[in-house]
């Protein structure tokens, strides 16, 4: 089994919800029960993925997902692809300068660098400071305003490098969007992140016309909680040599069968216009 790691960029808002209320939100997104960020369950875009593929090629669907219904001992066999769920690794933030920042902290970069197997030192911010490489768009008057915090800001070559690593992933041979990343991010404390991934999502109010009288029908309101447009997650996949009896194909005869680049649709609200995602596959975990 070889690791691998992928990327998720939404281009629209992402609701991976968890289908219960909790508090104000009655569709909050799906968090990790330890650190509370923001993540899409693996079982999600495995889903999306099968069906993905299965329009293209069924047979090697079948190889990599396993048999959708089981007859018989005969069609009992598991799916050569292992897919993990996607962690926060960048949020798109309002900032009074600039318009946005993608902003991470040092706790998901060390999560990450494992993953991707970059061996590069983690940046340390100091308290109510942003990291940022030279010609950062988001500062203004000494500072960098994120929704109403304001922090100090410090160039880094450390934050730097990180915004070209990802930025070479996320936006691959487009030089000028690459530059405009560049420019745009931020390396905070882990503790000023971690309160924005809990207040700065997108968070929208829904209401359900009465077709009878055109108003909104009696009780129909309620909020629903997104990763805004612009989030990037990452996780990892694995691929085993196949298990299907008919084609004993190896991981890495199966690894051509995973696309490079693909646009998926992600999680629910499908019909009003959420989870468009770019997919990204490749990179030794």
Known sequence: MNPKIYHLQALSALHCGIGQSAGVVDLPIARDKATNLPLVPGSSLRGVLREELTAEDEASAKI?????????????????????????LLLPVRALAGIMAYATCPFILQRYAKDAGVEEKIPQPGNNTALCAAGNVNVIDNKVVLEELDLNWQQSDGAAFWAKEIASTIYAGDDDAQQDFTQRFLILPDSVFAFLADTATEIRARIAIDQNTGVVAKGALWYE??????????????????????????AEELQPLIPAKALLQLGGKAGVGRGLVNFFSGGAA
């Open 64 to 88: 990599l997902f396993g048999p959708k219904g089981i007859s018989g001992a005969s069609d009992a066999y598991a799916g050569a692809l292992a897919l993990g769920d996607a962690h926060l």
């Open 225 to 250: 909680e997104n990763l805004p447009a612009e989030t990037v997650l990452w996780g990892i996949y694995a691929l085993s040599d196949s298990r299907h009896k008919g084609d004993k194909l190896s």
